[in-house]
């Protein structure tokens, strides 16, 4: 079992920045690539892909709508994925999900079905 749990989201003006954490426990040994997901208001039922990273965190891969604006690294010593959210828009307002996959694959996996924890969200809200 591996425990997820995010951090660092909050309310902030168009073109501020925010950097989200997700804090990995648990069977950490088993896991492979860790991706952030999104979820707008309204669309509860879409988890739209953000970013991902691989385990050595030597490949990453990022959704159009956030490239050059967002930057996902990982520190494996502490366990814990990060995404540098700059340049924020209020259509980046949503809740955002870490997960991670205890599956290795050969490319990054840009949909939900590839990873088998996730952690509770965190929201983010930009205003305008």
């Known amino acids: 079992q591996v425990y997820l749990l995010e951090s660092g989201g909050g309310l902030v003006q168009a073109g501020g920045s925010l950097r989200l954490s997700c804090a990995a426990s648990?069977?950490?040994?088993?896991?492979?690539?860790t991706g952030w997901f999104r979820q707008a208001p309204g669309k509860e039922r879409e988890r739209e892909f953000v970013?991902?990273?691989?385990?050595?965190?030597?490949?990453?891969y990022y959704a159009d709508s956030v490239k050059g604006r967002f930057t996902i690294s990982r520190d494996n010593n502490k366990n814990t994925v990060y995404l540098q959210m700059n340049s924020l828009a209020p259509e980046d307002t949503a809740v955002y999900f870490c997960?991670?996959?205890?599956?290795?694959?050969?490319?990054?996996?840009?949909?939900?079905?590839?990873?088998?924890?996730w952690g509770q969200g965190t929201q983010v809200t930009v205003s305008s």
């Open positions: 970013a991902a990273i691989s385990r050595s965190g030597d490949d990453t």
């Open positions: 997960a991670c996959a205890v599956r290795p694959t050969a490319v990054l996996v840009l949909s939900t079905s590839g990873y088998d924890y």
């Open positions: 648990g069977r950490t040994d088993t896991t492979y690539a």
